[in-house]
């Protein structure tokens, strides 16, 4: 009997596909999302949060703590380097800014004296990952939902690095700390 649960729970937990709901909803609103951040909330009226990239203290970092642990970069990665107060996205011919302005403001002194755990990760969509993240998707046929707002003025005091897609303007937004950045679908 006890050879049977453990061979069943084995077999169910090889079978379970993920989809996470972070911000009050119970579940994710279509079966193609792997990960949505939103409150319970149709018209968008209390969605007042983004998500925060991870921050790193500069592309040339992050490429050599890849690099020492015989590892390569993934294309669509996203970090907000302080280094020069910047999201990037990993692209197959390097690092494209995604935030043109370098006048952004960031205090890293709560993570200054900080070590990293470069094992620590989520992966979402497989149990065994070789790709390198702290939010890893790995889900073949579904997609992330950012933080939706009805604007991203409604924030208060966002984080450096944070991001979100304006509804009504249909513009994913990137905070560098003291300004947005707009990036519009070309029409």
């Not at 969605?47 to 015989?70: F, I």
Request: charged share 20%; hydrophobic share 35%; aromatic share 6%.
């Amino acid at each position: 009997m006890k050879k049977t649960i453990i061979l069943s729970a084995i077999c169910l937990a090889q079978s379970v596909f993920s989809q996470i709901a972070i911000g009050g909803k119970g579940s994710v609103s279509s079966a193609s999302v792997s990960i949505e951040f939103n409150d319970n909330d149709a018209d968008r009226s209390n969605n007042k949060r983004g998500l925060v990239l991870p921050w790193v203290t500069s592309v040339q970092a992050v490429e050599n703590g890849a690099t020492a642990a015989g590892r390569t970069l993934v294309n669509g990665t996203l970090i907000f380097d302080t280094s020069d107060k910047k999201v990037k996205l990993k692209k197959p011919t390097g690092w494209e800014d995604l935030t043109l302005s370098t006048s952004g403001i960031v205090d890293t002194s709560l993570q200054d004296n900080r070590t990293e755990d470069p094992k620590a990760k989520v992966s979402v969509g497989t149990t065994q990952s070789n790709v390198d993240g702290i939010l890893v998707l790995e889900d073949n046929n579904k997609a992330m939902m950012l933080p939706i707002v009805n604007s991203y003025e409604d924030i208060i005091s966002p984080e450096p690095g944070t991001m979100v897609f304006d509804f009504p303007k249909h513009l994913l937004c990137f905070y560098n700390g003291k300004e947005w950045t707009f990036w519009a679908p070309s029409r």
